[in-house]
């Protein structure tokens, strides 16, 4: 038997849904993922945003952008005890998030109490990505 793959949309995996909730439930995993978009507002004016998904009690930081006139203000310190808070409230034990040692996040990161957890190198666009996480 010769498989032929071909793109599908969403609806189109609904015949799978049933067996992929069963196989999950016999291992206790209830899934779930929860995508979250939040501006960042300074005086009524959106400054930047936040988007990150909530799954298995971990929240994963996505994406993370302040314009750069707002930049070390505080901003971004104020950003992740607002997220750590908002996934506390969601049940989420863990934060996650991934960077280059390129991007700004690593050293915030880093000093707010964030720890290495591996490091792939020589992985997308041939960077180094570091993979951190904090226990909240």
Not at 19 to 24: F, G
Not at 42 to 62: A, L, P, S
Not at 106 to 112: E, S
Not at 120 to 131: G, P, Q, T
Request: hydrophobic share 40%; with cysteine.
């Amino acid at each position: 038997m010769n498989p032929d793959f071909r793109p599908i949309e969403k609806k189109e995996l609904s015949p799978f849904r049933k067996d992929w909730k069963r196989l999950n439930e016999q291992i206790g995993i209830e899934f779930k993922d929860n995508k979250y978009y939040f501006g960042i507002f300074v005086e009524g004016k959106i400054i930047g945003y936040v988007y990150f998904r909530i799954m298995g009690g971990r929240c994963y930081m996505d994406e993370f952008m302040i314009k750069e006139e707002f930049r070390r203000e505080g901003i971004g310190t104020k950003t992740f005890e607002w997220l750590e808070d908002f996934a506390g409230k969601k049940d989420c034990h863990k934060m996650l998030l991934k960077t280059t040692n390129k991007h700004l996040i690593l050293n915030l990161a880093k000093r707010l109490g964030y720890k290495e957890e591996a490091i792939l190198k020589d992985d997308a666009f041939h960077l180094d990505w570091i993979y951190l996480s904090k226990a909240i």
